[in-house]
């Protein structure tokens, strides 16, 4: 679990905006539902912040599985190549 950046949490502490709009979207109606969300999303652990967080997680999941992919066809592609160069060295190892 991380806490938000100290700048953005003395950020809102002057200008409150981010307060309103959580209080807005997650429709809290007592000051001891705010006072939690606001713990909530100091700790990165509010419903606007776990979206975030997963959506950065699905797009770093997809890289990495992209990367994956780009490896294994640069190694197959690799191998070809080698098994290319030796089929060419052994047939000019056979013609002389």
């Not at 809290?28 to 100091?42: C, D, G, M, S, Y």
Request: hydrophobic residues 50%; aromatic residues 4%.
């Amino acid at each position: 679990m991380r806490l938000q950046k100290l700048s953005d949490l003395k950020a809102e502490l002057e200008v409150p905006a981010i307060g309103f709009e959580l209080i807005k979207l997650n429709k809290v109606k007592t000051p001891i539902e705010a006072f939690t969300l606001a713990l909530r999303w100091a700790l990165n652990v509010d419903p606007t912040s776990i979206e975030v967080q997963r959506a950065k997680a699905e797009a770093k999941a997809a890289a990495v599985e992209d990367n994956k992919k780009k490896r294994a066809a640069d190694r197959t592609a690799k191998k070809a190549d080698e098994a290319m160069q030796d089929a060419a060295a052994a047939k000019a190892a056979l013609t002389t």
